[in-house]
């Protein structure tokens, strides 16, 4: 086991890292820019160093203020989290190069993901299914046209190199497609420095479920379940829970058992996300890997007991997985709400500011994880996540109810949250039936857009 871990990240995850660290006897050391001096972390952490001024690109995108910050503090690893740094492939080569471990797979797996049209080609040779498509880069939208002649329409349009929703548009026709082509190219070349684009069949009333997986250096390989991510807002997630209710259980292990056989299949290494669409007749695809950890991590743990970060550390640090897949069980629901600063009444503009006030929930099956704390100053500069609540009930009404509880009980003054409109979505009715899409959202907002309240205000209430 490593003796110190130098984290290169922030907010909530890097204090969920300390604790993981603590509970293994291994040192910690933040790497925090000018913006996070009185942060959290850096309070809890056994050391901290400055990389930078509050700019992302000056401070947690800065390699060699990271690496330095490593071979200084004699951190023998670097744990980057999720977001900045977390997939890029350089970063895990520069630390080979340093003899620092990088907590994630080797550059060579980061590589082969990142790309995501050659991604989709690497995991049907391993055994996934894929949508029909096309797994060549295109860069004009000729080349597009006669993509999609030999796909048929609706096609959507993906950036090779995406992530996050960006690059991503739908086209049912030509004209669609001469629209979606130009600002999706637009979008992946100004967000990841590629214009490369590839087409797949648009599959509409999805499901976007992930399979949870871990390997070791060994070979040893299982998967702890999937995650249902539909309920996303412009493609990006809002709410998580386990396990998906549209899934049966043969369809369940089948798609785990092959998550976890073309991961080692690949020769991953190292904790990681295989992500699905799953149309209404309950077949799915393979989409993207995601190589890092993921946000909605905690409702895996919840159902299945076991700490991923731990294991993430423990497996990086050469140890063999202790377990098969037998001794893998699933116990319950659980659901994940991002509690954002951001005002759902005005189109969810990211907040900042003072917290004046802090009360997190509790009481049975309740967890939260969050760096914030009264006093704390919310920049402007980095991601609006402000928490995450997971509740955890015998089945999905036990579930839910929890959540609602709990989110009722979540104080927060000084900034808005999204909070209230957490509450409206768990308690929507197709919700609480299961009835919902990855464009669900998108639709309920749309509806609700016209609806206004006597005196003319949006009837989307804001942060508490």
């Known amino acids: 086991m490593f003796r110190k871990i130098l984290i290169a990240n922030r907010g909530e995850i890097a204090l969920r890292i300390i604790r993981a660290c603590r509970e293994l006897g291994v040192s910690t050391v933040v790497a925090y820019s000018e913006a996070d001096r009185h942060s959290l972390p850096v309070e809890l952490a056994d050391e901290a160093i400055c990389i930078g001024p509050a700019s992302s690109d000056k401070s947690y995108l800065n390699i060699p203020n990271l690496v330095s910050a490593a071979l200084v503090s004699g951190a023998e690893a670097i744990h980057p989290g999720y977001g900045f740094l977390s997939e890029n492939a350089y970063l895990a080569e520069v630390c080979e190069q340093c003899q620092i471990v990088f907590i994630g797979p080797a550059a060579r797996s980061i590589e082969q993901f990142h790309d995501k049209a050659a991604?989709?080609?690497?995991?049907?040779?391993?055994?996934l299914p894929v949508l029909p498509g096309v797994d060549r880069p295109?860069?004009?939208?000729?080349?597009?046209?006669?993509?999609?002649?030999?796909i048929g329409f609706p096609v959507m349009v993906k950036a090779c190199a995406g992530g996050g929703g960006r690059g991503l548009r739908p086209a049912y026709n030509e004209s669609d497609l001469a629209k979606s082509f130009s600002i999706a190219q637009m979008e992946a070349q100004s967000a990841f420095g590629n214009g490369g684009l590839y087409l797949e069949t648009l599959v509409e009333g999805a499901r976007h479920v992930e399979v949870q997986v871990?390997?070791?250096?060994?070979?040893?390989?299982?998967?702890?379940?999937?995650?249902?991510?539909?309920?996303?807002?412009?493609?990006?997630?809002?709410?998580?829970?386990?396990?998906?209710?549209?899934l049966d259980p043969e369809v369940r292990a089948e798609m785990g058992g092959r998550a976890a056989a073309a991961a080692r299949a690949v020769g991953y290494e190292?904790?990681?996300?295989?992500?699905?669409?799953?149309?209404?007749?309950?077949?799915?695809?393979?989409?993207?890997?995601n190589t890092r950890i993921q946000v909605e991590h905690p409702v895996t743990e919840m159902i299945t007991g076991m700490d991923l970060v731990k294991w993430q550390i423990r497996v990086a640090a050469g140890e063999p997985l202790s377990f098969d897949q037998s001794a893998i069980s699933h116990c319950g629901h659980a659901i994940e709400c991002r509690v954002n600063a951001e005002d759902p009444a005005r189109g969810f503009i990211p907040q900042s500011g003072v917290i004046s006030q802090f009360a997190v929930p509790g009481g049975p099956g309740v967890r939260v994880d969050t760096h914030l704390f009264p006093g704390y100053v919310m920049p402007p500069y980095?991601?609006?996540?402000?928490?995450?609540?997971?509740?955890?009930?015998?089945?999905?009404?036990?579930?839910?109810?929890?959540?609602?509880?709990?989110?009722?009980?979540?104080?927060?003054?000084?900034?808005?949250?999204?909070?209230?409109?957490?509450?409206?979505?768990?308690?929507?009715?197709?919700?609480?039936?299961?009835?919902?899409?990855?464009?669900?959202?998108?639709?309920?907002?749309?509806?609700?857009?016209?609806?206004k309240s006597g005196d003319g205000r949006s009837v989307v209430t804001t942060g508490r």
């Open 214 to 246: 871990l390997v070791d250096r060994y070979g040893n390989a299982v998967h702890l379940g999937e995650r249902d991510c539909s309920l996303q807002r412009r493609h990006q997630k809002m709410l998580e829970e386990s396990p998906c209710v549209v």
């Open 119 to 127: 991604a989709r080609e690497r995991m049907r040779l391993a055994g």
């Open 270 to 289: 190292g904790v990681g996300t295989i992500e699905f669409l799953v149309d209404a007749a309950g077949r799915y695809y393979f989409i993207e890997m």
């Open 382 to 451: 980095y991601d609006s996540l402000l928490a995450k609540v997971i509740a955890w009930g015998s089945d999905r009404a036990e579930a839910i109810s929890r959540m609602k509880r709990a989110l009722e009980e979540f104080k927060v003054v000084g900034i808005t949250t999204n909070i209230p409109f957490q509450l409206e979505l768990i308690s929507n009715p197709d919700f609480l039936e299961g009835r919902f899409d990855t464009y669900f959202v998108e639709r309920w907002l749309s509806t609700r857009e016209g609806q």
């Open 138 to 150: 295109v860069y004009t939208l000729d080349a597009a046209q006669g993509a999609a002649a030999e």
